[in-house]
């Protein structure tokens, strides 16, 4: 059974930083990319960041240049470094393998970036 579980978010004023961190069964971990999503209120969930097994990323355009994504296969864990926080950042942060599986979604992380 799969589980991805989330932590590290929290309430930061904008310009401030947040780690994330999504700890993975490790089924899973070493044989897909993984990705961080987000979804703030009333909008659908993106994808924000992803890296593959290889270590290669990509990043929406919106976080580029802020937010980096890396991976410690040796604990099956997946983060998000996330600098110079802005307001429209706020939204639940997810984990999931790119492209998703709908039976592995977690119960997400708030982040809330304060103006």
């Known amino acids: 059974q799969v589980q991805l579980v989330e932590s590290g978010g929290g309430l930061v004023q904008a310009g401030g930083s947040l780690r994330l961190s999504c700890a993975a069964s490790?089924?899973?971990?070493?044989?897909?990319?993984m990705g961080w999503y987000r979804q703030a209120p009333g909008k659908q969930r993106e994808l924000v960041a992803t890296?593959?097994?290889?270590?290669?990323?990509n990043y929406a355009d919106s976080v580029k240049g802020r937010f980096t994504i890396s991976r410690d296969n040796a604990k099956n864990t997946v983060y998000l470094q996330m600098n110079s926080l802005k307001s429209e950042d706020t939204a639940v942060y997810y984990c999931?393998?790119?492209?998703?599986?709908?039976?592995?979604w977690g119960q997400g992380t708030q982040v809330t970036v304060s103006s």
């Open positions: 999931n393998t790119v492209p998703h599986m709908r039976t592995y």
């Open positions: 490790g089924s899973i971990f070493r044989i897909d990319a």
């Open positions: 890296i593959t097994t290889g270590g290669g990323t």
